[in-house]
């Protein structure tokens, strides 16, 4: 549905003098012309114009289900109209409760404990600080520090914002360094032409181990890992991988967290990644995202058996985890997530996902035939084109990087897709229901969209491949 022309000016005069976006460029303020998302259905959005444009990112990693699902809608509705809210510090509520047991049994292994968030940053939130709780009442106050990687996202808050290694992120942003240690990109398409995967692989691991031992055992909390990097750009790290950084952390009494606020719901064709995928079963699981499919915001912080049962019951010191928020819980969004899980499971997407990832990683793939791509990488239904016009050590990397990503969003969106470009690479998590055919609709109008803004690079003088 359009809005009509003559509001349409003052609407983006309230959304550029009053809503402070995430990520928000201050030099930009007060002159963007954003894209309205004015309705949606199934993988496609319409604008305040009512063009139809296929939501590639999939909102931001979660619409796995598409959009205007009436059975959502009713289940949403019905839990507001028996009740909307009740305190998580007193009391709960049915809805609460079936989803951590539903949960529960998704989960890999023994992680049967659920603390509900309100999104993927205080889920990771949630978890660094049951790490710091954990080990304070097990006698152990400086075993704090947590090892991330390079490339890595794993929130906003504060704390959560801490872990991330997305040093573009943190230029003009505070965050509690002395808690986290980074280690170096996992990313294989980086290493050296001479190195061969299992040497890159082996030095992933010497890295994390080096870390642990130079850091001091004693000190290290918690290595906390995306099973695929998802906003650095989709960086799947060598198979086995995640199993042997596991065993590093067994060795040294390290606690391992799985980010799965992308992976987990379906988007790699299984409810959780870390088991099914990469076969591991950590410690904690964080997720979000996938959970309601974005249509209501929620988290979870899920905790093993093995380290839950350390510092309960006889054995608790009389501690409390005093860490909770207003909507942890909530029963609309529990009720969102449940009905979320059983369409996924009546539908059959996580065996829809697995059937159809294939041709959806064949038809990225093929994009490496254009110039610009210098990599193309994916899993499941999430990839990332990469392009490039100089070396990313380049010190004008940044400004080309941000030049060329411009040009291959507007040329997309003119075409009828969104590709939310992250400086110089186009990410993809479409709902799960997509189908071949769209598929194809989708990368053709990428790829299309990728020739146009290599011309325009061209004739500006910005790129001579």
């Known amino acids: 549905m359009k809005i009509k022309m003559k509001n349409l000016k003052q609407i983006q005069n309230f959304d550029n003098e009053n809503f402070v976006h995430p990520w928000e460029s201050m ?3 007060g002159s963007n012309k954003r894209m309205f998302a004015e309705s949606a259905e199934g993988i496609y959005l319409y604008d305040e114009n009512g063009q139809k444009l296929i939501d590639g990112p999939g909102g931001m990693w979660c619409v796995q289900i598409g959009y205007r699902r009436q059975e959502m809608a009713e289940a949403i509705s019905g839990q507001i109209l028996k009740i909307p809210y009740y305190s998580p510090w007193n009391m709960s509520a049915a809805p609460s409760a079936l989803l951590a047991k539903k949960i529960a049994e998704l989960t890999p292994g023994d992680l049967n404990h659920v ?9 990771v939130d949630s978890a660094v600080r049951f790490v710091h709780f954990y080990n304070n009442v097990l006698g152990r106050p400086q075993k ?5 990687r390079e490339k890595s996202y794993h929130g906003s ?3 959560s914002a801490t872990m991330c290694g997305k040093e573009r992120d943190k230029d003009w942003m505070d965050t509690a360094n002395e808690l986290v240690h980074i280690i170096p990109d996992v990313n294989p398409s980086r290493r050296p032409e001479s190195m061969s995967l299992e040497d890159f692989l082996d030095e992933k691991i010497a890295d994390l181990e080096t870390a642990i031992q130079t850091l001091g ?12 990097l998802a906003s650095g750009g989709v960086i799947i790290p060598p198979e086995g991988y995640h199993k042997r950084c596991l065993e590093v952390c067994r060795r040294h009494d390290v606690l391992y967290i799985s980010d799965e606020v992308v992976t987990a719901f379906g988007r790699l064709g299984h409810w959780f990644a870390s088991k099914d995928v990469f076969g591991i079963e950590p410690d904690i699981i964080t997720c979000a995202k996938g959970l309601t499919s974005g249509y209501i915001p929620m988290g979870a912080c899920i905790i093993s058996d093995r380290i839950f049962s350390q510092i309960s019951g006889e054995k608790s010191q009389d501690a409390t985890f005093s860490n909770g928020y207003t909507y942890s819980g909530h029963p609309v969004s529990s009720a969102a997530a449940l009905k979320n899980i059983e369409i996924i499971e ?3 997407l996580l ?16 994009l490496s035939k254009l110039p610009l791509v210098a990599d193309t990488r994916g899993v499941g239904l999430v990839g990332c084109v990469e392009c490039r016009i100089v070396d990313p050590d380049d010190p004008d990397a940044l400004e080309m990087d941000i030049a060329m990503g ?6 997309c969106q003119q075409l009828g897709l969104i590709v939310r470009p992250l400086w110089n690479m186009c990410v993809f998590s479409p709902p799960l229901i997509i189908t071949p055919k769209q598929i194809d609709e989708m990368f053709n109008i990428l790829e299309q969209g990728i020739i146009l803004a290599t011309e325009d690079l061209r004739q500006e003088g910005l790129w001579k491949g």
């Not at 055992?217 to 695929?228: L, T």
């Open 27 to 29: 030099k930009d303020v």
């Open 115 to 123: 603390f509900f968030t309100t999104c993927g940053s205080t889920a």
């Open 144 to 148: 704090k520090k947590v090892i991330s």
């Open 157 to 159: 808050t504060y704390l």
């Open 217 to 228: 055992a004693e000190n290290v909390g918690a290595f906390i890992a995306e099973p695929v």
């Open 346 to 348: 009546n539908e059959g």
């Open 351 to 366: 065996e829809h996902v697995r059937e159809i990832a294939p041709y959806f990683q064949q038809r990225l793939k093929e």
């Open 406 to 411: 411009s040009r291959i969003d507007k040329h």
